[in-house]
């Protein structure tokens, strides 16, 4: 008996023992790599972002963005003291042969090029609005903006600056003369000539509340038509201005309401297809005041191939370098 409880004793101790113990690390084998790679791909794929949304609410359909690219969202950046006057710190260096700009602002970076040939008192402006899913860091560097400013070649100072990442963030420039004035503090001098304003997916959400200025020429949409449609109706038909505006509206995504939104002008030019140079462009639609693209490039590919922004900055009043 007093065998029997002994060994039943030491018969627990053991297995108390394994249980409390970590289990060894498995050197993984060629087939378990598969097999983990297979059930990787097996799970549910994440949802897709939502569509960018306009700060007011608008009664036209909104598109869904098909592609789903979304980064981990902006840390939240540091508060710079910022007294509306004092000269704003930047970093100057040189990209894709050209100066380029870095300004702090307390609402974000604001990225500057101009290319080495570059002459003011022919030059005009282009300003640059990124989608969500970045910042005006990220698209700078992933887009290479810089490299696609200057296959462009045209005279401009060309601007990036910060825009919304998503849905939860607020319009960081309302009001374009706000950011003017920020390039003026940071010790740079705008062009006296023409202004495009080019702005791709949720940068709708900016480039709307700019249509009204003085300044600016032209604008393009980038597969950017999820709303805002009010807005650059006033810009091309109702407002002050307006006879001496054009507007380019690019969709591959935002196929349908872009086309609902052209639809509504008689005098609207309609091509399906971006030419691979500006020579593809026949001389009406160069000169059109409302054009309309469809892209055979999808919504991401439309700011990264390096097809479509060169182009189109070609078929604007800036001049040639």
């Known amino acids: 008996m007093t065998s029997t409880l002994a060994a039943l004793f030491v018969l627990l101790s053991s297995s108390l023992a394994l249980a409390g113990d970590p289990m060894p690390e498995e050197t993984p084998s060629a087939a378990s790599d598969e097999a983990g790679t297979a059930g990787e791909n097996a799970a549910p794929a994440p949802a897709p972002p939502p569509a960018p949304v306009a700060d007011a609410p608008v009664t036209s359909t909104r598109a869904r963005l098909t592609t789903s690219t979304a980064t981990t969202p902006r840390a939240i950046r540091p508060r710079i003291k910022d007294d509306g006057e004092s ?73 990036v600056p910060d825009a919304p990442s998503s849905n939860d963030e607020s319009v960081q420039w309302p009001a374009l003369t706000d950011l003017r004035r920020a390039i003026a503090r940071g010790n740079i001098k705008l062009p006296d000539g023409p202004t495009i304003v080019m702005g791709h997916s949720g940068a709708f959400r900016t480039v709307m509340q700019w249509v009204d200025h003085r300044a600016v020429d032209q604008i393009i949409l980038l597969d950017a ?32 309401g872009s086309r609902a939104f052209v639809n509504k002008y ?45 182009v189109l900055l070609r078929v604007t009043p800036l001049k040639a370098l």
Do not use: C
């Open 266 to 310: 008689k005098f609207a030019v309609a091509r399906e297809k971006m030419p691979s140079d500006v020579g593809g462009f026949s001389k009406r639609e160069r000169g059109a005041k409302l054009l309309y693209i469809r892209s055979q490039y999808e919504h991401m590919s439309i700011v990264t191939s390096k097809k479509v922004i060169p």
């Open 87 to 159: 000269r704003l710190e930047k970093k100057e260096d040189t990209v894709a042969g050209g100066t380029h700009w870095r300004i702090k602002t307390a609402q974000g970076a604001v990225h500057v090029w101009i290319p080495a040939d570059y002459d003011r008192e022919t030059a005009g402006t282009v300003v640059y609005v990124h989608g969500y899913w970045t910042d005006a860091d990220g698209a700078w560097k992933n887009y290479e903006l810089a490299r696609q400013f200057r296959m462009s070649k045209q005279n401009a100072m060309f601007i």
């Open 225 to 256: 038509m999820y709303a805002g449609e009010r807005a650059f109706d006033d810009f091309i038909k109702s407002g002050k201005r307006a006879d001496d505006h054009k507007l380019i509206v690019v969709a591959a995504s935002t196929e349908q």
